[in-house]
Nanobody, 123 residues
Framework: QVQLVESGGGSVQAGGSLRLSCAAS????????MGWFRQTPGKEREFVAA????????AYSDSVKGRFTISRDNPKNTLYLQMNTLKPEDTALYYCAASSTASASKLAWIDYWGQGTQVTVSS
């Protein structure tokens, strides 16, 4: 069992930055591929970014590539998402996710979810 708690969401103007954090507890954090997903009302939850167990491999959706950076600190059991050059279309509830597979880039591969943190970007 893994418990995930996100923080760092908030309201920001377009062009601004935010850094999301996800604190993990329970089983060994470094044994999970980790990722970030987001969801807006009436839409499916969508993939944002993923990182491998060691942190050596990352993946991003086309919509955030070049603006967002995913990272992890295994000794601190923490996952991060640095979001730069934010756009109004980035407004969503952002979820931290853990997968027992090497990759957390697909919904079907996710074993654990956090409760979400809201990001609102105004124009």
């Amino acid at each position: 069992q893994v418990q995930l708690v996100e923080s760092g969401g908030g309201s920001v103007q377009a062009g601004g930055s935010l850094r999301l954090s996800c604190a993990a507890s329970g089983r060994t954090f470094s044994s999970y591929g980790m990722g970030w997903f987001r969801q807006t009302p009436g839409k499916e939850r969508e993939f944002v970014a993923a990182i491998s167990r060691s942190g050596s491999v990352t993946a991003y959706s086309d919509s955030v590539k070049g603006r967002f950076t995913i990272s992890r600190d295994n000794p601190k059991n923490t996952l991060y998402l640095q979001m730069n050059t934010l756009k109004p279309e980035d407004t969503a509830l952002y979820y931290c996710a853990a997968s027992s597979t090497a990759s957390a880039s697909k919904l079907a591969w996710i074993d654990y979810w956090g409760q979400g943190t809201q990001v609102t970007v105004s124009s």
